[in-house]
Nanobody, 124 residues
């Protein structure tokens, strides 16, 4: 059973950066698609970024394109989300999720395993 733990959230000023980590246990991530999702207060959960395939392919929501970067370190069984130029509207609980598929596009309903989330607050 794959388990995912997010870390790296916190309070940051607008324009600042954070790096989120999603560390897996119970299985290796090599053949999993990993997605980052977020849920802002009072809103639904939305997809932010996805990494999948061999070699990895990545995609991003339009709202974060050019500011966020997803990457994977299989040796550490960890996926990262580097977030730069953060805006107040990026404030949310960020979740990572996994689907055992090389071809997944990280659609919400296809994700099989979820972490518990880490809170990112962007405020001055």
């Amino acid at each position: 059973q794959l388990q995912l733990v997010e870390s790296g959230g916190g309070l940051v000023q607008p324009g600042g950066s954070l790096r989120l980590s999603c560390t897996a246990s119970g299985d290796t991530l090599d053949y999993y698609a990993i997605g980052w999702f977020r849920q802002a207060p009072g809103k639904g959960r939305e997809g932010v970024s996805c990494i999948a395939g061999i070699p990895d392919t990545t995609n991003y929501a339009d709202s974060v394109k050019g500011r966020f970067t997803i990457s994977r370190d299989n040796a550490k069984n960890t996926v990262y989300l580097q977030m730069n130029s953060l805006k107040p509207e990026d404030t949310a609980v960020y979740y990572c999720a996994a689907e055992k598929s090389l071809f997944s596009n990280c659609g919400y309903y296809g994700m099989e395993y979820w972490g518990k989330g880490t809170l990112v607050t962007v405020a001055s």
